[in-house]
């Protein structure tokens, strides 16, 4: 069974340009999470998907959003890019089921630098 | 609140040494608790989890035991091996398909 999978795993924008980010979550997977990692801040999480509809939303600007297709495929957009948004965005899925159950499965992450 | 804090690194050992990684979390509700492991250059890889108070998680040689007394689950291996080198992040899940990391501490194992 295929993992998480992220495109792309390495780019590179310069200041002001945006970005859009892909996930394809495992199959049968119906939440699909955002987080970014930085060594400074570490793990911080972005927003969760499920059946389209965003659940859950961190800490974060209006400049980053994201969205989820009909067969659960993600994407997320950071526009007007910032020196610090440089930073290792990890997506990861997981089953829909109750509370204590659920265990996220991470992509390989996409690195993003901006110059 | 909803965090999980757990020891800062870098932490070094020597093949065979004795590892324990600590985390604690903040006593709301009760919480699903895990560790992730994160190798060079990957995603973060569930290692073990526990659901509810005193379960044991184990897995590789890792163990964890969920401890509501203390509010912590600690990581620890009896043996650790230079393959187990990579960043454990501790995490614990609440109500509505939330995850909170705490910091991740780096385990360097040398020979």
Redo the contacts between chains.
Sequence with gaps: KAG?T?TPRYLIKTRGQQVTLSCSPISGHR?V?W?QQTPGQ??Q?LF?Y?SETQ??KGNFPGRFSGRQFSNSRSEMNVSTLELGDSALY?C?S?L?GS???????????SRLTVL | GNSVTQMEGPVTLSEEAFLTINCTYTATGYPSLFWYVQYPGEGLQLLLKATKADDKGSNKGFEATYRKETTSFHLEKGSVQVSDSAVYFCARLNTGNQFYFGTGTSLTVIP
Excluded: H
């Design positions: 998480v992220q939440s999470s987080y570490g793990l999480f969760e499920f659940r859950n990890l990861a997981s829909e509370s204590g159950a659920n265990v996220l499965t991470f992509g390989a992450g």
